[in-house]
């Protein structure tokens, strides 16, 4: 696994998708979907997919002396770690809104998501979707990957939507909240984000390895 994991890192990554880690910086703008940082990280993903397949990275792998089934890990192991390269950034950006931010007058009348446990949790949502529905609908072919990026952006931009409304609903306000006793409640949201997250990702994982290893690349 570890030249594998050495190839995703060196020689299958483009550089774009490290560079889009970096919209995790998003976290700090007031009045705006800041749940969009998410989509942008696993878009920036896509383009390492773009990159793989002019350069025919799936064939290049799977003619090396290792298991098709750790062809697959390893690519789900680069995206889980480009993934939660982007949830540090918005973390630790989150924690600075939550605290010596969290007087700001720019945040303070903000009617948008705030940077708080929610938000995480929803991020973690929008990755397990990019995992299940774009990784998973990927290695369908392991070449194809207009379809899958499409559903994943209807998908994503829905719980942006839901994440944006929920707030804004009588009983539901502690869900944006920055300090006080809503913080704890919120504390569920990415206990409950991170569940579905590595749930998620694990399952379509151990499902694109079945697939890949049935199909004849060479037909």
Known sequence: MKPLM????????????????????????????ILLAGFFICLGILYTFQFAREYS?????????????DVVKARYLFVVCVQWAGMLLCGLLTLLRMTALREAQ??????????????LGFLLVIMTLFNTLFLGGFYRTAYYYGKPFILFSIAAFGVVGVGETLHHISGLGWLNVSSGAGVGAQAVVLLGGA???AAGTLLSMKRSEERFEKMDLGG
């Open 195 to 197: 569940g579905v997250y």
């Open 6 to 33: 050495y190839k995703e890192f060196t020689l299958s990554a483009a550089p774009l998708t490290y560079i889009f880690v970096a919209f995790g910086l998003m976290t700090l703008i007031p009045g705006y979907p």
């Open 106 to 119: 720019v945040y303070q009348a903000n009617p948008m998501m705030n940077a708080n446990l929610t938000f």
């Open 57 to 69: 990275d799936v064939l290049y792998a799977v003619l090396l002396p290792v298991k098709k089934r």
